[in-house]
């Protein structure tokens, strides 16, 4: 499906005209502003938080438990292991 089909251009050009009826054209860009600093903050604090999560998920599977120090030891194959005569 085409992205700019001109049922697309037809329903755009209808939501400009009536954000142009109900806001008027001296308040419109003040609007288009406000919503761009909004978005612009909102994605400043998405990536704050996803660098957090980024920061908490290395540090937890960076850090080796007691668990897995004990797991990482030398374990020798049974085939491998000489057997008393």
Do not use: C, W, Y
């Not at 992205?3 to 329903?11: E, W």
């Not at 599977?61 to 491998?80: D, Y």
Request: proline content about 7%; overall charge negative.
């Amino acid at each position: 499906m085409d992205m700019l089909s001109p049922t697309h251009i037809v329903l755009f050009l209808l939501l400009i005209l009536l954000a142009l009826v109900v806001f008027g054209p001296k308040r419109l860009p003040e609007l288009g502003s406000s919503v761009g600093k909004a978005l612009q903050e909102f994605k400043k604090a998405s990536n704050s938080t996803m660098d957090e999560v980024r920061a908490v998920t290395n540090s937890v599977t960076s850090t080796p438990t007691t668990t897995e120090t004990r797991t990482t030891e030398t374990v020798i194959p049974a085939a491998e292991v000489k057997q008393p005569e």
